[in-house]
């Protein structure tokens, strides 16, 4: 079962509002845009089809509309219990199961994971609590407490790992837009002025945006940067060095952030394509776009050094205390010819 795709109303390089800043207040719009997103709704499909065993017991953290419970149950599920922060996303998830035929083997939760006692040890874990950066919605946290406690011995999480990858990027667009202010978002009423002055951060190339960014603009081959087990082992809190070898000369503007999310064993969600119309392009997702301040011209050779770092400190009144930074310096033979420091940190806006 999926959903029939139609041209969505975003372009190339087009700057969004990250949707992973707010998914504490996602309502239809948002739902009806994942809903439709080709890409999500044909690998989860699939995953889920080859994850659940007859007679599973699974929980599905964060159900929202109960589409992949909806398909957790037709697999052959004995039960899914759905938690969701959302009452009334929940009312649609009963409504779309009960219509299916499976009211009586869906168990709704209306509350967040943490506060949740387990009603019974789980075979199987379906979340999608990813951001288009891997955990940028938190999930090295959430499904790590949700292992230790839901999950039976033996059992399984899906996705089971989720890979981070970064490369240098030419994206004049997106950058431009930045410079004048101008970015979309589905809430209409939620401006990016108004978004960084509720995060206390005063430039807008302190902030991450969903964008999709072309292969095209690739200056260099992208890197794997962050590795997520999903296994309780992650951390919260790292950095990681990585160097790139500029292939082609151009303007780098920023960074494109991505994953790749194993869902099964034969079955990974790849969200780092780029054809809108097509449908290899992520509609909820898009891409991570990490903004340079000065965009820096680059030469073939040319080497670029980026620190990429997650904190995790204590703050009052954010809807997310993680803090990213960029940082780096670009080399051509020994000389450094250009260096750059950015963070959604608002203590040092």
């Not at 040890?121 to 891997?134: A, K, Q, Y």
Request: aromatic share 10%; net charge negative.
């Amino acid at each position: 079962m999926t959903a029939a795709h139609t041209t969505p109303g975003y372009e190339t390089e087009q700057v969004w509002l990250p949707c992973s800043e707010g998914i504490t207040s996602w309502e239809g719009d948002f739902h009806s845009l994942l809903l439709n997103d080709r890409l999500r709704m044909e690998a989860y499909s699939a995953g889920i089809a080859e994850a659940v065993k007859p007679g599973s017991v699974v929980l599905d953290l964060g159900t929202g509309t109960g589409i992949l419970a909806l398909w957790a149950l037709q697999a052959g599920a004995a039960r899914v219990y759905g938690i969701d922060l959302s009452a009334a996303i929940l009312k649609e998830a009963m409504a779309r199961i009960s219509a299916a035929g499976f009211r009586d083997r869906f168990i709704p939760i209306n509350a967040l994971s943490f506060d949740v006692e387990p009603p019974e040890p789980m075979d199987l874990i379906i979340s999608e609590i990813m951001g288009n950066i891997g955990d940028n919605e938190d999930f090295v946290r959430i499904l790590a407490d949700a292992r230790k406690r839901f999950l039976k011995p033996g059992g399984a999480m899906l996705p089971s790992q989720v890979e981070t990858y970064l490369v240098p990027v030419e994206a004049k667009r997106a950058h431009a837009e930045l410079q004048q202010g101008v970015c979309q978002g589905l809430a209409h009423d939620v401006s990016l002025e108004e978004t960084l002055r509720q995060r206390g951060i005063s430039s807008p190339f302190d902030f991450y945006y969903d964008t999709i960014l072309p292969k095209s603009g690739y200056l260099a081959t992208p890197r794997l940067c962050r590795f997520f087990r999903l296994d309780g082992s992650d951390a919260p809190v790292y950095r990681v060095d990585t160097t790139f070898t500029v292939a082609r000369g151009g303007l780098c503007t920023g960074f494109k952030g991505y994953f790749i999310a194993n869902l099964s064993p034969s079955v990974a969600l790849d969200i780092s394509g780029d054809d809108i119309v097509r449908g290899t392009a992520s509609d909820s997702w898009k891409h991570c776009y990490l903004p340079l301040r000065q965009p820096i011209e680059v030469r073939q050779s040319d080497r670029v050094t980026l620190r990429f770092s997650r904190a995790y400190p204590e703050m009052k009144d954010t809807p997310f205390r993680q803090i990213y930074r960029w940082q780096g310096e670009i080399r051509r033979g020994r000389d450094v010819i250009a260096t750059f420091s950015q963070s959604t940190d608002p203590r040092s806006s």
